[in-house]
């Protein structure tokens, strides 16, 4: 698997760590910086990272920041990523398992290396089920984004035009 790894300063401490850990699982990495402790704007990074996904470049990628907060949020605004934060290992696997989520987010400045490390052996190990209700409701997800990006989002509906 081939997976695009971003960080801003905030997350470099992290990162080497990080690319070590993909090696390991014999992951391919697609290195998209930041490459030291100078301060950049994490959504330069999220912006790269997601670039390298929609391309067909890499298959996930991995994001960091001090929190995995900011990141995630600049990487959710783009069509097509499923970011979250998983800072435990259930949710690292769950998260792809049942929602597809494409991009893990961690901070640097919340967890330890050894735990990071099984956060992303976690998410690189697990696959989508493609069991009928979480196909289901991904595909409400994809509504979701299409409605926005269609600029037709209805606030006042809380299902799905298409479920
Ligand atoms: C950078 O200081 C910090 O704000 C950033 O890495 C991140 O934590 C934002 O969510």
Do not use: W
Not at 24 to 32: H, P, R
Not at 44 to 58: H, P, S
């Amino acid at each position: 698997m081939r997976i695009a790894l971003g960080c801003d300063h905030g997350g470099f401490p992290l990162k080497a760590r990080i690319a070590a850990t993909l090696q390991a699982v014999g992951a391919e990495i697609v290195d998209c910086g930041t490459d030291s402790n100078c301060s950049v704007d994490y959504p330069d990074y999220a912006r790269k990272v997601a670039a390298v996904i929609l391309a067909g470049q890499a298959e996930r990628g991995i994001l960091l920041c001090g929190s995995g907060v900011g990141i995630s949020v600049a990487a959710n605004k783009i069509p097509g990523i499923r970011a979250g934060v998983c800072h435990d290992t259930y949710s690292a696997h769950q998260g792809v398992e049942h929602d597809d989520m494409n991009v893990l987010c961690l901070g640097a400045r919340i967890v330890g290396d050894e735990l990071a490390v099984e956060l992303v052996r976690a998410f690189v190990a697990a696959s989508f089920t493609n069991e009928e209700r979480h196909v289901r409701r991904l595909n409400k997800v994809l509504e979701i984004e299409r409605e926005a990006l269609e600029g037709k989002f209805d606030s006042t509906s809380s299902t799905s035009r298409d479920p």
